[in-house]
């Protein structure tokens, strides 16, 4: 079981191996990241930067989310070359010998677009993203990460924490978050976490939010007994203990336990 990394150098270790140029099944995505790189700055954003983080390399198979700062133009002249077609939330997504790639502009994010978070320059993106395990940055040109300075003691400690709730896909965003306390191992909550988790459940039915996770992930975390545990009992607010049927999907030490 590969443990959790514990700060820059590690884990820009396991991310340069992700992205070795002799991995066949990479290699690639590699050449592209290396020539967009040279239009623009490129930035690695969201679940790959997590997920090798917590769980290592071989966890990481799911979409590539990139952005970029500088020469729009030069940008979409290079991705038309690759069938760019436009996404939902107006940035791109091109197929890259099999890996689904997302791009778009860092300041054209949707928190900016929307008043919710103000741009100022690329590390405001650590601001939009849902929780704090989310917030990291890995700059494609200069092979550097960028986060809080409590990033490494939070994702360590398990601490999982809120940064921006609104999001245009809601359901999507209470999904992930579910998804999250189940099989990511969150030992501690903040009462942003907590509340965030009770308002899903009080919401949306289980059949609601299996659908979804079934439509957009390949693996499902979110089950019935779960569902029908959190619905009882109001979230994850209830002082009670977690039902042993549970604790292979949560190891959470204190449900009760708000963290400011």
């Known amino acids: 079981m590969v443990s959790v990394a514990k700060d ?5 270790k396991r991310v340069l191996r992700f992205f070795d140029e002799k991995s066949k099944r990479r290699k ?10 040279e239009c623009a700055d490129i930035y690695v954003f969201g679940g790959l930067i997590r997920d090798i983080a917590l769980h290592g390399v071989a966890s990481f198979d799911s979409d590539i989310d990139l952005v970029y700062v500088g020469d729009q133009q030069k940008v979409l002249d290079f991705i038309e070359n690759y069938s760019a077609k436009i996404n939902k939330f107006g940035g791109y997504r091109l197929d890259i010998d ?9 300041k054209r994010s949707w928190a900016f ?3 919710y978070v103000k741009y100022s320059d690329v590390t405001s993106l650590l601001k939009t993203t849902i929780t704090n395990w989310d917030s990291i940055l890995f700059n494609w040109n200069h092979k550097n990460l960028i986060c809080d300075e409590r990033y490494f003691k939070d994702i360590n400690d398990g601490y999982l924490d809120i940064k921006l709730l ?6 999507g965003m209470y999904v992930r978050l579910l998804r999250y306390f189940t099989s990511k191992d969150a030992h501690l909550v903040s009462s942003r976490t907590s509340s ?6 009080a919401k949306y039915t289980f ?22 545990y959190l619905k009882s009992h109001k979230g994850i607010c209830n002082p009670d203990l977690i039902p042993i049927g549970l604790d292979r999907f949560n190891k959470t030490l204190d449900l009760s336990l708000n963290v400011n």
Do not use: C, H, M, R
Not at 8 to 12: A, G, I, N, P, R
Not at 207 to 228: N, R
């Open 8 to 12: 820059k150098s590690e884990l820009k």
């Open 28 to 37: 690639s995505v590699v050449l592209f990241l290396n020539q967009l790189s």
């Open 98 to 106: 099999g890996w689904q790639l997302d791009i778009w502009e860092a």
């Open 113 to 115: 677009e929307e008043g």
């Open 166 to 171: 609104e999001n245009p896909n809601e359901i």
């Open 196 to 201: 965030s988790i009770s308002n899903a459940v």
């Open 207 to 228: 059949q609601d939010l299996s659908s979804y996770e079934k439509s957009s992930y390949k693996q499902e975390y979110i089950t019935q007994s779960v569902y029908s």
